[in-house]
């Protein structure tokens, strides 16, 4: 229901856009969350955003590199990542969370199966 695409491997200090594509359902009214996990290291929040796009977070290791935006016309969310470096590299996942705003990965409802960013130095 939820399908990222847009890893890939990039250079330090390149870009990459990732995109959530939501299928199968609605998901009106939906907080939509991006996430992480590094090799060997707890799952971390990455951005959330509401269905307005009235509010987003980030969290303090992405601010000013990374955006998270939204086109609910296209069920897409999306990851605009800037100024990469290695420590970025990870399996992003998005997520939706039905009600409430929250960056904790256990509180969202529904998750996609991730994509490989690999950031070289």
């Known amino acids: 229901q939820l399908q990222a695409s847009g890893g890939g491997l990039v250079q330090a200090g390149g870009s990459l856009r990732l995109s959530c594509a939501a299928s199968?359902?609605?998901?009106?009214?939906?907080?939509m969350g991006w996430f992480r996990r590094a090799p060997g290291k707890e799952r971390e929040f990455v951005a959330a955003?509401?269905?307005?796009?009235?509010?987003?977070y980030h969290a303090d290791s992405v601010k000013g590199r990374f955006t998270i935006s939204r086109d609910n016309a296209k069920n897409t969310v999306y990851l605009q990542m800037n100024s990469l470096k290695p420590e970025d590299t990870a399996v992003y996942y998005c997520?939706?969370?039905?009600?409430?705003?929250?960056?904790?990965?256990?509180?969202?409802?529904?998750w996609g199966q991730g994509t490989l960013v690999t950031v070289s130095s």
């Open positions: 199968g359902r609605t998901f009106s009214g939906y907080l």
């Open positions: 955003i509401t269905w307005s796009g009235g509010r987003t």
């Open positions: 997520a939706a969370r039905r009600l409430g705003d929250t960056i904790t990965p256990t509180e969202y409802d529904y």
